[in-house]
């Protein structure tokens, strides 16, 4: 989903060197737009109103600092930064989701949401915002553009008050005024974001992505069965990529113990598997083996799903929880204990600035927009790095930093990256699996060695893997299966690299022994135990190093359940 949260950051001094584009040593004054998501790219203005996008590179710059007052970008390579003024906000403020369908003259009202799904049927010639919240107010807006299902390329001409962002290369950042081309084909996607500060006299625009070909996204499953968990309405386990149904517009997917959840483009939910505890949300309790909507909503972001438990956020930031909370998982306040489970949907607390979750067994990891990190439920061997071993029914904040970027748990292991790109551990360390060099229990985040360049982290209960900056893979824990990718089945307590790729982009090590893992060319590959035909391969025969799933390059996400997995693929993918 595109990033909601926008910082604009008045730019008043840049340091140049030989890896920076000479025309990124702007002028006092100039104004830069920080992405506060994952996605660190930033916009710089000139006086002209020329707006420049720079930095979309992580090997530019790896992450600013933002303390509410001054901040500082450091380089990959610590040798230059960059120095910034007083901070503002600006954001989405209306974060419902309004469909719009294009006509020859096409009006978007933002009193009925500033995140827009805008179905192409028709060229627009005549383009108009009402109800821009007024001068002064920085307004950001997001709109969706999908392509006609026929395939029929449709244009927008837009607003003269738009004015677009050059583009970044290696040498040079253009200052070329020129409305972006939309994704061509069928179900086609351009996500686009607008910044006004004056009402809507002038708008900034650029483009935050596209999905060309058609932006069709198909579910796959493979692996185990049981109760349906692989919602091909049926309980016969697929020792290869099978696709659920033929729709081609799921968004996320999350994969729990025994069941999974996930969400389309259009903000519908939908559950299937394994229903104990009311682990599907359906409000009964029956297993499902296809995927059935979650009540009627369009505005869900992001899901995580543990054991007959899962967690969710909204588009309007909201926090919500469903199924067993027999250990306050469900982080209502109800004691652990005495925790009825819940058969649907039910929000947690009223805050409104959720923006990303992770999930395990029975608890959740969350982080706020703010960038602090948040933990509930079973607190096993001191899993949620409280200090202590209590389970705990409600979101309790993990000490006071606001440096958190992405986080990951299983059962009675957690791990978070820091915005500086080091990598923090806690909990069970039985097979060394918190990567300390001993097997050490830690009840608070102690750091993986020095470095500061991981990007990304997934858990298992006695096994991690985690991916660089540079694109190699590394894993350590237990091996008993081959799923640290090592050739054999020993044993690691500090990380070890996976093979010498540097093209490794995601990974998944959240099943029972088995890891999955996307390269950056869209390939598919797993590694570890194979009982079930969770790798993929047609057969049953384990692998102790990565092996790739069929041939095809359009692997979008992947979510490893226990004996099984979910991913979500591209347009007219052939998984075999």
Known sequence: MPATNYTPIQFYRSTTSGNQPSAANLSPGELALNIADTDMTMYFENA???VKRFFNNPAELKYPTADGTSGQGVKTDGSKTLSFGSLASAAIT???????????????DLASGQVIDLTMAANITTLSF???????????????????????AYTIAWPN????????SATTISTVQTAPTLASGANGVTTIALLTTDGGTKWRGWVEGTIPGGGQFGLYTWGLNSAGRLGLNNATDASSPVQVGSLTNWAVSSSGYRHSVAIKTDGTMWSWGQNTFGALGLNQSANQSSPTQIGALT???KVASGTDCNIAIKTDGTLWGWGANQYGQLGNNIAPGTSPAVSSP???GALTNWSSIAGSRSNFFSI???????????????????????????PTQIGALTTWAVA????????????????WVWGGNSSGQLGQNNTTNFSSPVQVGALTTWSTVSTYVVSMAAIKTDGTLWAWGTNNRGQLGQNNTTNFSSPVQVGALTTWSKVSITGQYFTQSIKTDGTLWSWGNNYNGQLGQNNLTYKSSPVQVGAATTWQSVSCGAKFVSSIAGPLVNPA
């Open 368 to 394: 706020k927009t703010d960038g602090t990190l948040w933990a509930w439920g079973q607190n096993s061997s001191g899993c949620l790095g409280l200090n202590s071993s209590v389970h705990v029914s409600s």
């Open 408 to 423: 990951a748990g299983s059962f009675n292991v957690t791990a978070a990256i820091k915005t500086d790109g080091t990598l």
């Open 346 to 348: 039910i929000q947690i």
């Open 48 to 50: 002209s109103g020329v």
């Open 161 to 168: 008050s738009v004015y677009w962002s050059g583009q970044y």
């Open 94 to 108: 209306n974060n419902t989701r309004q469909a719009v369908t294009s006509s020859a003259t096409t009006t978007i």
């Open 299 to 301: 505005n869900w972001s």
């Open 130 to 152: 009402t109800n821009v919240p007024a001068s002064g107010t920085p307004v950001l807006v997001q709109i969706v553009v999908r392509n006609a299902s026929s395939g029929t």
